[in-house]
């Protein structure tokens, strides 16, 4: 795992946006997982100015979904990944997808999202956040390390982290679609982009601490090729900074 200690979150958003812009130059970007909510914001605004033309090619899946939100909820992920991610980067509607979050769909929403996911051939890069309780994707403390796409339910701190989405907490669904743990480790490469003091104890947990399904974010300790993107409030728990800052300091030229 490499740690990339950015000033602010602008510059993590560049960051991140190197490493999908490098891939994109390899030829080896045809799949992109995108991630809602706050902390990928900067690396789809960075990815927006640079308008690479092999990542408007791209396919997209997204992390996740709220059950039961109407049709067109502004902030149903449907939504927001319309707005922030195909609007801004220039992608083919139909080529983006979604976890089917209606009531209808539930039974076979996972299975059906996990054959779109392997038609496509998986994901090439994965852009991750991670939430206070230590999910990524919704895979919430106790998920299994080896889950598949499934209905999971939120946690009440999620719940309450994602409120400001919201007109009240109590409109924030219970119950979400998530690609699994398993499922998120099957990306070639990772990118997870965390900002802000009230991740610093979930990013030192997941980076440094035991593999847990208590911090589901450890998981990734076991991931070939994953870099966290953290500005300097995130990365205030870690231990091993110092070794992080010369490590990014010494890195070979080909690497990004
Ligand atoms: C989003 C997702 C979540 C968020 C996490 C952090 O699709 O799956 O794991 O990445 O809740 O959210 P923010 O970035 O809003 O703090």
């Given at each position: 795992?490499?740690?990339?200690?950015?000033?602010?979150?602008?510059?993590?958003?560049?960051?991140?946006?190197?490493?999908?812009?490098?891939?994109?130059e390899?030829?080896?970007?045809?799949?992109?997982?995108?991630?809602?909510?706050?902390?990928?914001?900067?690396?789809?605004?960075?990815?927006e100015?640079?308008?690479?033309?092999?990542?408007?090619?791209?396919?997209?899946?997204?992390?996740?979904?709220?059950?039961?939100?109407?049709?067109?909820?502004?902030?149903?992920?449907?939504?927001?990944?319309?707005?922030?991610?195909?609007?801004?980067?220039?992608?083919?509607?139909?080529?983006?997808?979604?976890?089917?979050?209606?009531?209808?769909?539930?039974?076979?929403?996972?299975?059906?999202?996990?054959?779109?996911?392997?038609?496509?051939?998986?994901?090439?890069?994965?852009?991750?956040?991670?939430?206070?309780?230590?999910?990524?994707?919704?895979?919430?403390?106790?998920?299994?390390?080896?889950?598949?796409?499934?209905?999971?339910?939120?946690?009440?701190?999620?719940?309450?982290?994602?409120?400001?989405?919201?007109?009240?907490?109590?409109?924030?669904?219970?119950?979400?679609?998530?690609?699994?743990?398993?499922?998120?480790?099957?990306?070639?490469?990772?990118?997870?982009?965390?900002?802000?003091?009230?991740?610093?104890?979930?990013v030192?947990?997941?980076?440094?601490?035991?593999?847990?399904?208590?911090c589901?974010?450890?998981?990734?300790?076991?991931?070939?090729?994953?870099?966290?993107?953290?500005?300097?409030?995130?990365a205030?728990?870690?231990?091993?900074?110092?070794?992080?800052?010369?490590?990014?300091?010494?890195?070979?030229?080909?690497?990004?």
């Amino acid at each position: 795992m490499q740690v990339v200690v950015t000033t602010d979150q602008e510059a993590a958003g560049e960051y991140a946006a190197d490493i999908v812009q490098r891939r994109a130059e390899e030829g080896a970007l045809h799949v992109l997982g995108v991630a809602t909510g706050s902390s990928p914001l900067p690396v789809y605004e960075a990815l927006e100015r640079r308008a690479l033309a092999a990542v408007r090619a791209a396919r997209a899946f997204a992390l996740d979904e709220y059950v039961g939100l109407p049709p067109g909820h502004p902030e149903s992920y449907r939504s927001v990944i319309a707005r922030e991610v195909t609007d801004r980067l220039g992608l083919d509607p139909a080529r983006v997808e979604v976890p089917d979050g209606s009531v209808e769909g539930l039974r076979t929403a996972g299975a059906r999202y996990e054959e779109l996911i392997a038609a496509a051939g998986g994901v090439d890069v994965q852009i991750l956040g991670i939430g206070t309780t230590g999910h990524i994707g919704f895979n919430e403390p106790t998920s299994s390390l080896a889950s598949r796409t499934r209905v999971k339910t939120l946690t009440e701190q999620t719940r309450r982290d994602n409120a400001r989405f919201f007109d009240s907490p109590d409109d924030v669904p219970r119950h979400c679609v998530t690609q699994g743990l398993g499922t998120i480790l099957d990306a070639r490469e990772i990118v997870l982009v965390a900002i802000g003091s009230r991740k610093a104890a979930a990013v030192a947990a997941a980076v440094e601490g035991p593999v847990t399904a208590m911090c589901p974010a450890s998981v990734l300790q076991l991931h070939p090729r994953v870099t966290v993107v953290v500005d300097e409030a995130a990365a205030a728990e870690l231990r091993l900074r110092a070794y992080y800052d010369e490590v990014f300091a010494h890195r070979p030229d080909w690497q990004v």
